[in-house]
């Protein structure tokens, strides 16, 4: 390479279809600057993110998790969001407790109507990777 | 070439095989293994968790890499193995006679380019068993003793302060001419000691095998017998008893993608197990060998018929691995026994 | 170097034919090799055919 | 102290009268002092139980392996099979029937009170024999009493108790038909996840440091799997070994089936392997402690399931195999579960 590339954290964002994959479409629809790193993945419902997709993203050399979905009270499905604050709560600390960067998971509430605040979880998050460097602890090793 | 070797100067031989990588048995988290020597060389371990045959059939080895190039057909690169020259210290006897079985497997009929590359790169040096290193010891039943040279390259033997050291194959002439001047001339006595405690190695009591060379007609015999249910019914499926075994070679190949637009990846062979559910899976869904009394037969029959019948010698050979480390206590000598017992 | 079993010979699929269409499909393949050409085999013999990063299927050859 | 004359005539009167189809319980092993498995089916078979240090076994397992040799053969369920059960296992037969794997009157638990101590961890037990082998070993109130060659050795239970024991709070199986053994709930030898505590207290890079060793260790035998009663699933959605095909199975569905991780025991693999294994099982693990006896290569995975019901205990008021009735973690939630961490 010819000049040394500066390090670009790379992230996997699963976004409830109804409130956060929503509130991103707002952020590119009002013309919003934030980094590109995000990889969404539009997912029925924070309910529905399986900690093995977590896991699955980081054995695939994810940087950075970021769950996202609606508010308490907001679910479309009433109670999705509820399981999802305990799932990944677990996940968050089976993560904390191997050793894996705190900062490396993330989960946030945006609705619908805040793409300004989607702009601003996903640059802070950016941020917050930076520091930390590639993520190697459980990525699978590319060639021998 | 029998040689003295002052326990103090162990460390020097170790150090002077510059060009081998010295592995020795090592405790790590109260397991012992084989690892890289930096430090001195211990050989105070009972034997270790796994056998040594990882050095010549490790658990995965890449086969070759696949390319997809636009247009054209895919590109192989075959990768080899890059293992560098191993001298294995503080091999038990059993294990040692594992390797030339393993040999005749990779070996039979078609050559095994991966496992020959690395097992024409290793030595493997022997410590003779003064006293049995498990509970479950059963060398001598199966041909084999706590004193064997059978697939080693040198054999130590523990005389108390200093080892006696006799060279069994040219590699293993090589591994000591290396370090010549760490060694010294044997005296009568040492003979003489060497030979009692081989002596007393060999008298000591270990568990036994009941007449083993009718194990293959019996169990032929007693392929429908009920027994094997009723052994294996504790049975849990897992791989413990064949993945530690040191004759257990079974091995499956996957390949592993690394990008999808265009196609890249790897061809990985990854070792198998015969007691694993979907082993004998047929694409159809039937599997012959559904239960664990079936699998049970199958690897006993493997270690003490089929084997036996093909090469004229017993796979197992003896190192009680699988008996001490099943969770619920599937024991190979008593389910050989028991079946031979009962055999038409 | 002896000859490395586990190196495939690679082949291109000229012709897939529907024998029994529909959900359960049963299709052949009709191979042609590259450059190895045809490994020999004896009757009754099994050949295993992989497909990169998809899988493989042991097919024995009858004829 | 339990008379196990007691429990063997229970199991024989129960055989006898056809009560129930058979009796797992423990009897003398072919390895030394080590108990094992033992499926009885007639009544003449019920001297073979024995009860001592070495019945660490959970045998809420088989009950597992019998539901599905039924299920596998078409069977009906008919009469309950009985089962011997320390309070940990039926603990995992409460779980086992919150799932409605079978029902209440499918087994009939003969329960054992671990009293006063619990079972022996052999890695514990070879340091203080160093090398000299166990023929037997017997309870005697808070100690062990080994028999080998050199004679009779007793021993502190305190000393070569497994860990799971020593941090138990209610050594009783609450759940039982018949129990033998006095309750002892409540009682503490050590504090509750005092493994744990002790392995959390170092910071987060020797944490990985340690992990990263276990994880590269592991040989991917799956014993931790097929010793666990929790992992019942016909198909470990994170590994193809157990890829259950039936007739009806589409080519398609063959060729795309995900793989989660690969078949090779690397890092990586493991890690996903192990850390999705603890989290089916938040909640619903009851500390048995078997996955850390079967491990051959000793890592520490009950740490990773005591994480999770620590966790489940102190931000969500979580006991597994608590209650048939209750619910499961993971399908439940209050209103006051942790939200801190949510931006």
Redesign the interface.
Known sequence: MSEQQPYEPKIVAFLCKWCSSAGSDLAGVSRIQYPANATPITVPCTGAVSPMYILSAFNKGADGVLVSGCHIGDCHYLEGNYLARRKMYLIMKLLDFIGVEHDRFRMSWVSAAEGAKFAQVVTDFVNDLQPLGPQDKLKRAESK | MEKILDKKRLDDWAAALTNYEVQAPSQEDGIWGFQPVNGPVRLDHTNTKQPPKEFAFPQREVFFTFEQIKGEAPRLTQVLPQAPRHAVFGVRPCDGRGVPRMDKVFNDHVEDTYYNTRRKNVAYVGLACNKPPSANCFCLSVGGSPVSTDGLDVLMTDLGDRYFVAAVTDAGKALMAEAAKVFSEPSATDQKQVKQAHAAAVAHPQRAVNNPDQAPAKLKASFKSPLWDELARACIGCGICTFLCPTCHCFDINDEVHGKAPLKGQRVRTWDNCQFPDFTMHSSGHNPREGTGARLRQRVGHKFQYFYENFGMHQCVGCGRCITECPVGIDIINVVNKVAENAA | MPHNIYLPNLARVIYIKDEVPGERAIRTFHLEPLDGGWFDHECGQCAMLSVFGRGEALISIAS | MINLKDVRDAARDMLAKGEVRAVIGYRR????M????A?LDRPEEADELVWDPTCF?NLS??LVHDRKHLA?AGKKSGAPVAIVAKGCDARSIVVLLQEHYFGRDDVYIIGVSCEGTGVVDE?KLARHLN?A?ASNAAFDGDDFVFTTAQGEKRLPAREVMADRCLECRNPFPKEHNLVYGEDKTGRQLEAPFAALDRF?AQG??????N????FD?C?????C???CPMCYCDEC??D????????E???DE??NRIR???????R??N??YL??R??HL?GRCTDCG?CD??C???VPIR??NT??EK??RD??GFEPGASIGGPS???S?LDK???E???
């Open positions: 092993g072919s390895r030394g080590f108990a094992e498995p499926f076994h397992l088989y596998h890695r090398g082998q959390e987060a890079g020797e944490r990985w440091e992990w990263a060793r276990h260790r040989i991917r035998c799956f014993a799997r097929s010793v959605v994170v193809s070994i157990t890829f259950p095909i039936s007739t199975t589409t080519a063959k060729a989660w991780i690969e078949r090779s025991a690397a990586s693999e890690i996903t850390m999705t603890a989290m938040a078997e006896r079967a051959p290569v000793n740490l990773l994480k999770m966790e489940a931000q969500f973690l993971v399908a939630f579960d942790p939200g961490f949510i931006r």
